[in-house]
């Protein structure tokens, strides 16, 4: 992890020194500044998943040139995390991100964070070329990043839309949220860039080409995406703030969490009534009301036999596999299984 | 031209199918609706130019399937513009673009522009895919998109601090706009993509492969988008609105426009003061002051000869050139050589 955030000081150099090329100093110091305060503060998970996915396919130690390569790729999806979360937090309004105030709030910013982010994803095709180029897996690699960011957005459009179309709909109609639409949602925005795009440049690094291999791991990365996302739901409502390290607000904002999905498809025509009336409510009152539904319709119930069903499921996909290393997912799923935070 | 909107519904269609096996009908009408709003509404010069382009390296008429590909190509452009124009009326907080409302100002659209940039970007990807998948310049012309749209929001970053920086220090210092200042901001906010990518890409559709060539025709370009933009800062303040379509605020913005920096140049310490007293502020009689002071400035005489000998250089550089055809750069001097508008 030392090695992983020094590689992170020789990608920003790189980058300042292009910019230096083209730029004036203030607008050098703008894109260094505006790289160290987006990219690195997260929990790098996904960053690090390149990392480990490769040294599974690779089953042991990585050559020195080996790591740094899987390191810098690493963090392209950093980097393409930074840009879609500067984005998403203008579009949530969000406050803080990371313990810090979210960089389009910071008062020199404002909307030049919409610049930024399309700084921030040119990036990435700089860090690629620079350390990929000469690849026979190039061209691939941009497909890749080219189409994972299609879904990203794609999700997130749905996402906003869905969001939207709820609170035009004065809160009413919670009958648009069903299992369907909750499982797009989270594929799209969260699964293919957090799940399947870590272990696919993982694959790329270790030279495999074979595309069948590529769609097998595909599926099991969305299965997995989609339980650490309904996870997230439940942890949202269930999980200690203390560990979580915030409080969840899902109930409040009307989100449509895998928790509010299930208890409409467990409730009778008067529980539904309560839950139009209390959901998406700020009120502590409805609140309460929302989560003493919860109980009396045992959703936690449905989301441990959820999570039960959905760890065999992916397990027996994992066992199904006979080509990849098994360590590729399972170091993975062991990351996420029965996680707290 | 006709065959140029054919195009454009043949690429919206495939998009919409793309997006169809992806998403629910909503979300698929949002991108549909979104990308006829923000693509083909303006003057499509950029898109046409790498039509034009390519038929003058073919000297003459080109098939249909090879005219199909340039306007696909040409598209690109197009798209790669809306990408920047949504995000850029957000920033500079617009009201109307090419004669609509601008997108984030759309009520149900918002901030959930910053996502469609992002999607518009990400078509550009698929259409370059679909239609230059498997042609040799593929990766070539990947790179060039990656590059033209880092150098692109490079020059918006440049120009967005610039104008900051003047803001904060409240309208101080104009001694910061520079002629380096305002070539930088011009050459990287317009040029690249303007001029250059139209260029380039006609060229890689021609099956030209020599590094040195698009070089020269870089040189060319950026001193063509030079000129353009520094026609552009001229007829803010000297076109005829009813030609322009818009009534110039460049003073009343404070802009770095290439009027004040010739201004600037010229004027003695008290002429100074009196731009620095009245540029940027918003009524009338600041704005009649620093008119009547390029008026003794003759800053419209510094233009024709900026004109003059700009139109010279690029004609020299044009007939130094001996391997590419002269008809590739001056059928766009010719668009723009003494325009009015
Ligand atoms: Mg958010
Ligand atoms: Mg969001
Ligand atoms: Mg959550
Ligand atoms: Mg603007
Ligand atoms: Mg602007
Ligand atoms: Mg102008």
Redesign the interface.
């Known amino acids: 992890k030392g090695k992983f955030m020094d590689t992170f000081k020789v990608l920003v150099d790189e980058i300042e020194a292009g910019?230096k090329a083209?730029?004036?100093p203030?607008?050098v110091k703008?894109?260094r500044e505006m790289v160290e305060y987006n990219v690195p503060g997260g929990k790098l998970n996904r960053g690090l998943a390149v990392v480990e996915g490769f040294r599974q396919l690779r089953r042991g130690v990585l050559k020195e040139s080996e790591l740094f390569r899987a390191c810098a790729l690493g963090w392209c999806i950093e980097w393409l995390q930074a840009f879609f979360l500067v984005?998403d937090d203008?579009?949530d309004?969000s406050i803080t991100r990371r313990g810090q105030p979210c960089w389009y709030k910071v008062p020199?910013v404002e909307?030049?964070a919409?610049?930024?982010?399309?700084?921030l994803?040119?990036?990435i095709?700089?860090i690629i070329?620079t350390h990929f180029g000469s690849d026979p897996f190039?061209?691939e690699l941009?497909?890749l990043f080219?189409e994972v960011?299609?879904?990203t957005?794609?999700g997130?459009?749905?996402d906003?839309?869905t969001e939207?179309?709820q609170r035009?709909s004065g809160g009413g109609d919670l009958e648009r949220y069903t299992y369907d639409?909750h499982r797009?949602i989270v594929v799209?925005k969260t699964a293919f860039y957090s799940f399947y795009l870590p272990v696919a440049c993982a694959m790329m690094l270790a030279g495999i080409t074979d595309k069948a291999a590529y769609k097998r791991a595909e599926d099991i990365c969305i299965k997995m995406g989609e339980y650490f996302q309904v996870q997230d739901d439940y942890l949202d409502c269930y999980g200690d703030p203390e560990v979580i390290g915030k409080i969840g607000t899902d109930i409040e904002d009307s989100k449509c969490s895998w928790l509010v999905v299930t208890a409409l498809t467990r409730a009778d025509e008067s529980q539904k009534a309560l839950l139009q009336e209390h959901y998406g409510k700020s009120d502590p009152a409805s609140v309460a009301k929302v989560k003493a539904l919860y109980v009396e319709l045992d959703v936690k119930g449905a989301f441990e036999a959820y999570e039960k069903k959905s760890y065999e499921e992916i397990t027996a996909l994992i066992n199904a596999e006979k080509v990849l290393p098994h360590g590729l997912f399972l170091f993975l799923l062991n990351k996420i299984y029965k996680r707290s935070k």
């Open positions: 910019d083209a730029m004036p203030n607008a703008w894109v984005a203008i579009m309004a020199k909307m030049k919409c610049n930024d982010c399309i700084l994803e040119a990036h095709y700089k070329k190039y061209t941009l497909e080219h960011t299609w879904q957005s794609s997130q459009l749905l906003l839309i939207s179309e035009d639409v797009s799209w």
